[in-house]
C-alpha cells in the first residue's frame, strides 16, 4: 500500500534524524528508561509477592479466634475449644500454640510453632534456613534458648526447612507440644488461639458473630481480615518506594517535556528544508511522532527488560529492604514471574503517550511557518 510504503520511508529517515543527535538522545533515553524501570520494578515486585502471599494464606484458618484481656492478646483457655465447636457452621476447632522468640545474640526475633508432624525424639527442632544462617547452626547442631524461668534449654537440630519455602520459613523454629511449654511455661490448658474451620466459606461472618456473642472476651479474625491486611502491607510499602522516587519522576516529566516541545536551531532549519523541498505538514508531523514513538517506545520496552530481569532474576536487590521489610533475617527466595496487562498497559499509557503527544504542537506550530523564514533561523 502506497501509505505503509510512505510511513516506512519517513521511519527510515526519523531513524538518520535521531542518529545525527545521537548525544542528545542517548542522554533522554537513560533518563526514560531508569524511570520506567524504577516504576515496573516496583510494579513486579508488588504483584509477584502479592502472589505469593495470597497462596500461602490461602492455607491459613477460616477463622482464628483469639482471647483478649485489656486490649491485649491474651491465653486462650483449652475449654472454649468446646464451646466453639458447638456454634453452628463450624466443622473443626483446634488450639494453636506460637510465640516470637527475641535472640539477642543477632538481634533477630524467632516465630517458634508447635509442629502437628511427628519428632523422632523430644528436644529436636526444625529451623528455617534464615535461623540458620543467622547462628550458623545446621543439622545435627546443638542450639540454646532461654526459658521463661532465666534457664537454658538445648535442642537438638533435627532439619532445616527446604529453600523453596523460605518465603515463610525463613525465621521458624518447629518443635513439640511439650517443649514449646517447658520453654515458654505456657499451662497445659493454655494455646496460644484456636483455629476454626467452616463448613461453608460464606459463612465466615455469620460465624464469627456468633462467636462474639458467645464469647466477648474474644476476637475472631476471618481469613478475608488476613488477606486484606497483606494487601494494605504491600500496598503500603510499594506506595512508601514510589513517594521517595516522585521527585525523580517529576523531573523526568520536566526534562522530557523541555527536549520534547523545544526544537533546537537545528530541527526548525531542517524542517524549513523538508518544507522547501516539498514535504506537506503532516508529513513532518508524522517524521516528529515516529521519532517521540521511537524514543519513548524503546526506553519503555528497555525499561520493562531490565526491570524484570531485576526483580525475578537479581531478588530485587536495589528495593528489597523496603518491599521486603526491615528484619534481620531476610528470606532469600525466587519469585515466580507475574506480569499483569492492566499495570503494563498503565504504565504504557503513563509513560509512552505523554512522551509521544509532546512532540506533535511544537512540531505542527515549525511546519505551519514559511520555509525561508526558518531556514534564515
Known amino acids: 500500500m502506497p501509505w505503509i510504503e510512505k510511513q516506512r520511508y519517513i521511519i527510515d529517515f526519523a531513524l538518520s534524524s535521531l542518529m ?40 491459613c484458618p477460616d477463622i482464628i479466634v483469639q482471647r483478649t484481656l485489656a486490649g491485649r492478646q491474651d491465653l486462650i483457655p483449652s475449654g472454649y475449644r468446646d464451646t466453639l465447636g458447638r456454634i453452628t457452621g463450624v466443622s473443626a476447632v483446634r488450639g494453636r500454640l506460637w510465640a516470637y522468640y527475641f535472640d539477642p545474640s543477632v538481634g533477630a526475633n524467632y516465630t517458634i510453632v508447635v509442629t502437628d508432624r511427628p519428632l523422632p525424639k523430644q528436644g529436636v527442632v526444625s529451623i528455617g534456613q534464615g535461623v540458620s544462617r543467622a547462628i550458623h547452626a545446621g543439622r545435627g547442631d546443638t542450639i540454646s534458648l532461654k526459658g521463661h524461668d532465666g534457664s537454658y534449654l538445648s535442642f537438638e537440630v533435627g532439619a532445616l526447612f527446604p529453600r523453596s519455602c523460605e518465603f515463610v520459613s525463613a525465621d521458624l523454629i518447629e518443635m513439640s507440644e511439650k517443649d514449646f511449654r517447658d520453654l515458654f511455661g505456657i499451662p497445659e490448658d493454655r494455646y496460644t488461639d484456636m483455629a476454626l474451620s467452616v463448613r461453608n466459606a460464606r459463612e465466615r461472618v455469620v460465624v464469627s458473630d456468633k462467636i462474639r456473642r458467645v464469647l466477648p472476651d474474644t476476637r475472631p479474625v476471618i481469613k478475608e481480615e488476613i488477606l486484606r491486611t497483606y494487601d494494605a502491607v504491600f500496598s503500603w510499602r510499594s506506595g512508601l518506594l514510589l513517594v521517595i522516587f516522585t521527585g525523580a519522576i517529576l523531573a523526568f516529566l520536566i526534562f522530557s517535556w523541555d527536549k520534547a516541545t523545544g526544537l533546537s536551531i537545528q530541527e526548525r532549519r531542517e524542517i524549513g528544508i523538508l518544507k522547501a523541498v516539498g514535504w506537506e505538514t503532516v508529513d513532518i508531523i508524522s517524521l516528529r511522532s515516529w521519532e517521540g514513538v521511537i524514543i519513548s517506545l524503546s526506553s519503555f520496552l528497555a525499561g520493562i527488560l531490565l526491570a524484570y530481569v531485576h526483580v525475578f532474576f537479581a531478588s530485587s536487590t536495589i528495593f528489597e529492604p523496603v518491599l521486603k521489610g526491615w528484619a534481620v533475617i531476610y528470606p532469600e527466595f525466587s519469585l515466580t514471574p507475574v506480569i499483569d496487562p492492566y499495570h503494563i498497559s498503565a504504565l504504557f499509557f503513563l509513560t509512552v503517550i ?21 531556514m534564515r533561523l
Open 20 to 59: 545525527r543527535r545521537w548525544k542528545k538522545n542517548i542522554a533522554l533515553v537513560a533518563v526514560y528508561t531508569l524511570v520506567v524501570f524504577v516504576l515496573a520494578s516496583v510494579v513486579f515486585f508488588t504483584g509477584a509477592i502479592r502472589k505469593e502471599a495470597k497462596a500461602v494464606l490461602e492455607a
Open 354 to 374: 505523554p512522551y509521544t503527544v509532546a512532540t506533535i504542537i511544537p512540531s505542527w506550530l515549525a511546519a505551519t511557518l514559511d520555509p525561508d523564514s526558518v
